[in-house]
């Protein structure tokens, strides 16, 4: 079945540490995101890719870092320069081109814990 | 499981009664929109979807209704069970080619 996985499911990061958040998609979509939910608030956009080695920051883009070597892979990295990452992050991937927009398909999510 | 949204706007409803959840959005150029599920410790699902030049659409069990005077949209789910029980939040596009902008969310609890 296709879908987009995102892993792992629970995540501790201890103070100064660097942490990687997987995502892979085999749906075939162009694009792909990354969200940060805090409760009570809407999701958040970190960073994007419309296209393979091409990515761009969103709203809240500092103190993270991805890349976009693979289509079906958009891997997240939560650097010391974040100072609350404790959070649920979540990946989406979405069809892109033409005049359409398209709907996102979402991973199960992340939760990152700082200990 | 993980909690989402503990500060969000709450609905309660009867099992079996029907449930509207609104949601106000900014732009008035916004094209396309679309409801989300989100279960607790779990990822958004897609519900339904709705373009600028509907103001209706019907699903399973869901019926979206957009009104572009007051930029307002709304989700109604009929006979509404236990398992609706989530966080429900509309997303809206902006403008072609832009990102989709989030609304907070809204909380469904059904009551036994």
């Known amino acids: 079945d296709g879908g987009i996985t995102q892993s792992p499911k629970y995540l501790f990061r201890k103070e100064g540490q660097n942490v990687t958040l997987s995502c892979e998609q085999n749906?075939?979509?162009?694009?792909m995101y990354w969200y940060r939910q805090d409760p009570g608030q809407g999701l958040r956009l970190i960073y994007y890719s419309q296209i393979v080695n091409d990515f761009q920051k969103g709203d809240i883009a500092e103190g993270y870092s991805v890349s976009r070597e693979k289509k079906e892979s958009f891997p997240l990295t939560v650097t010391s320069a974040q100072k609350n990452p404790t959070a649920f992050y979540l990946c989406?991937?979405?069809?892109?081109?033409?005049?359409?927009?398209?709907?996102?398909?979402f991973g199960s999510g992340t939760r990152l814990t700082v200990v | 499981g993980e909690s989402v949204g503990l500060h969000l706007p709450t609905l309660s409803v009867q099992e079996g009664d029907n449930s509207i959840i609104n949601c106000a959005y900014s732009n008035s150029a916004s094209d396309y929109f679309i409801w989300y599920k989100q279960e607790s410790g779990k990822g958004p699902q897609f519900i339904i979807d709705?373009?600028?030049?509907?103001d209706k659409r019907q699903g399973q069990r869901v019926t979206v209704l957009l009104n572009k005077t007051v930029k307002h949209l709304s989700l109604q789910i009929a006979a509404t069970q236990p398992g609706d029980s989530a966080v429900y939040f509309c997303a809206e596009i902006p403008n072609y080619g832009q990102n989709f902008v989030f609304g907070p969310g809204t909380r469904l609890s059904v009551l036994p």
């Open positions: 989406a991937s979405s069809q892109s081109g033409g005049e359409t927009n398209y709907g996102y398909t």
């Open positions: 749906l075939n979509h162009d694009a």
């Open positions: 709705i373009r600028s030049n509907m």
